[in-house]
């Protein structure tokens, strides 16, 4: 099998590479597994136990690696999911953040710790043109966000100057 991606992440997990990855292309429309490789007795795996998972989303190359305990997900690197409408940032909204955490400001931890903004593609046009007032208003509405976006919330406080 060829390689999807020249960059890619990988994921650190402890046991859970097969269960993320089945969840994580279970999410997102037309995601799917590329590969598995399993550990052959070389690592801190038992042989024959899954070592990797290479899979798709987006289009991306992701592979979960089961390391070990020795490391876990953070905040420090999370997964933006731009998104058309609030339809879809609660679709993405509700079936990551299951078993897992809300964060400020439209982000996550999933229920594996992996960190994601789910986040209107539209945002970006709204923090950052036109009438600077209103930039402010809708930044300063984003960041008091606990949870998720609310497109509609954050365009009436833009507007409420």
């Known amino acids: 099998m060829a390689v999807v ?4 992440p990988c994921i650190w997990f402890d046991g859970q590479a097969d269960e993320a990855a089945a969840f994580y292309t279970s999410v997102f429309d037309g995601a799917r597994i590329l590969r598995r490789l399993p550990y052959t007795g070389t690592g801190p ?3 024959g ?3 990797l998972v290479d899979f798709e989303l987006e289009g991306i190359q992701f592979t979960a690696l089961n390391g070990g305990p020795e490391f876990t997900p953070d905040e420090a ?3 933006q999911i731009l998104c058309a409408d609030q339809a879809e940032i609660d679709r ?3 079936a990551l953040v299951e078993g897992g955490q809300e964060q400020p400001c439209g982000w996550l931890k999933d229920r594996f710790g992996v960190s994601w903004q789910v986040f209107p593609s539209s945002m970006y046009d709204l923090l950052s043109e036109g009438d600077p007032g209103r930039i402010e208003r ?3 509405a984003v960041m008091s966000t606990f949870g ?3 497109i509609a919330a954050i365009e009436a406080a833009a507007d409420a100057g």
Do not use: N, P, V
């Not at 991606?5 to 890619?8: A, V, Y």
């Open 5 to 8: 991606s020249k960059i890619s």
């Open 45 to 47: 795996g038992e042989a």
């Open 49 to 51: 136990t899954t070592m």
């Open 77 to 79: 690197i999370s997964f």
């Open 92 to 94: 993405y909204w509700e």
């Open 138 to 140: 809708a930044t300063a």
């Open 148 to 150: 998720k976006i609310d």
